[in-house]
């Protein structure tokens, strides 16, 4: 277990609908990555954030957005949803910002119908 | 673009057998090389990583081989288990906030 939460686990979601995913960092932690991963593309980072603020920013589509709250929990919004969205949502913590070692949550599977 | 190619997409091995994937990349502005294991269901987790100016770095049965010449570097998984069996992805990162990861390549060891 590496101490990294997300929820949720699943979501199965219509095409042209919001949602977000939660991420919660492990203790101590103030950078949070969010991570796409697919079956075509693979890996692909998103964007990071380190004690509230963006660091910075991968290939995320400007339908997504993020953010870190004050207690150092972030979500990823994703809207109008389309059903190349579908994949797995990985989020990752890091004791700072330019710390290579990162430490990857569960996923949220995500399914566009 | 691929900014790094990790090669084979698939590879099995016999258990104590040892298992090679490789990795290229281009950017010589990486300075980071991590490789991340993945099993069914569960986030990527930190493996080893090694940094460009060292040529080999092992923890255990695990052990990274760096050519800086090349572009190219690989993880040698020696004495391999079944319990190995997993998808690994290389990585490459610059200044701790640029990442990219390999394709994944996923290890089958059979008894």
């Known amino acids: 277990d590496s101490g990294v939460t997300q929820t949720p686990k699943h979501l199965i979601t219509a095409t042209g609908q919001r949602v977000t995913l939660r991420c919660s960092p492990r203790s101590g932690d103030l950078s949070v990555y969010w991570y796409q991963q697919s079956l075509d593309q693979g890996l692909q980072f998103l964007i990071q954030y380190y004690n509230g603020e963006e660091r910075a920013k991968g290939n995320i589509l400007e339908r997504f957005s993020a953010q870190q709250f004050p207690d150092l929990h972030s979500e990823l919004n994703l809207s109008s949803l389309e059903l190349g969205d579908s994949a797995l949502y990985f989020c990752?913590?890091?004791?700072?910002?330019?710390?290579?070692?990162?430490?990857f949550g569960p996923g949220t599977r995500l399914t566009v119908t | 673009q691929q900014q790094v190619k990790q090669s084979p997409q698939s590879l099995i091995v016999q258990k104590g057998g040892i298992s090679i994937i490789n990795c290229a990349y281009e950017?010589?502005?990486?300075?980071?090389f991590p490789w991340y294991q993945q099993f069914p269901g569960k986030g990527p987790a930190l493996l080893i990583a090694i940094r460009p100016d060292v040529s080999e770095k092992k923890e255990g049965r695990f052990t990274i081989s760096f050519n800086k010449s090349a572009k190219q570097f690989s993880l040698h998984i020696m004495d391999s288990q079944p319990g190995d069996s997993a998808t690994y992805f290389c990585?490459?990162?610059?200044?701790?906030?640029?990442?990219?990861f390999g394709t994944g390549t996923s290890l089958t060891v059979i008894p």
């Open positions: 990585a490459a990162i610059i200044g701790g906030n640029q990442f990219y």
């Open positions: 950017n010589t502005a990486f300075d980071y």
């Open positions: 990752a913590s890091s004791v700072g910002s330019g710390n290579y070692e990162q430490y």
